[in-house]
Structures are given as C-alpha cells and as structure tokens.
Nanobody, 117 residues
Framework: QVELVESGGGLVQAGGSLRLSCAAS????????MRWYRQAPGKEREFVAQ????????YYADSVKGRFTISRDNAKNTLYLQMNSLKPEDTAVYYC??????????WGQGTQVTVSS
C-alpha cells in the first residue's frame, strides 16, 4: 500500500510562486518515475510534469515549461513541484501520481492551487 499526500497549495496572485510537496509513505518510491497532474473544474485531468527515478530526467507539459520545476528527494521519499510565474490558468487541484504497474497506480488526495489576477 502506498499513500501520497500533497501539500503546499493555496491562494497566490498571478506572477507569484508556490512549492508543492508530495510525501509518500508505505514503501520507498525511489525506483519509480513520478508525476504531477492537475484538474480544473469541468476539465479532464491533465499531465503537468514527470521525473524519473533518479531525478536526472524531467519532462513538462508545454503549458508549464519554463515556469515549473519538478524535483524529488529520494532520501525523504518526497516529490516537489516548484511553480513560478503563476497564471490564473494554473488554477486547479494538483495531484501527485506514481504508477507501480501490476502493483497499482496511486494518487494523492490533491491540493488546491488558486491563482488570482
């Protein structure tokens, strides 16, 4: 069993920054790629960023490239998303994700990010 708990969301003005964290428990996730997704009201959940097991390879959605940075601290079993230059369009619930294949796919409960103008 894996539990993922996101934190760090909140209300911020456009142009501001937030740092999201995803703390994992139940097992070590250092061997697996991890991802951030987000979902705005009335819209499908969309991919935001991905990081490989070592943290040396990252991939971003075009909408956040250059503004967001995904990172991880395997010693702490924690995933991060640094969000800079936030836009109102970034408003969504942000979810942490890990796919353990046959062992299952796990999602956090989500953390709300609201960007005001």
């Amino acid at each position: 069993q894996v539990e993922l708990v996101e934190s760090g969301g909140g209300l911020v003005q456009a142009g501001g920054s937030l740092r999201l964290s995803c703390a994992a428990s139940g097992r070590t996730l250092s061997r697996y790629a991890m991802r951030w997704y987000r979902q705005a009201p009335g819209k499908e959940r969309e991919f935001v960023a991905q990081i490989n097991w070592s943290g040396g390879n990252t991939y971003y959605a075009d909408s956040v490239k250059g503004r967001f940075t995904i990172s991880r601290d395997n010693a702490k079993n924690t995933l991060y998303l640094q969000m800079n230059s936030l836009k109102p369009e970034d408003t969504a619930v942000y979810y942490c994700n890990v796919d353990l294949a046959i062992e299952g796919t796990y999602w956090g409960q989500g953390t709300q990010v609201t960007v005001s103008s």
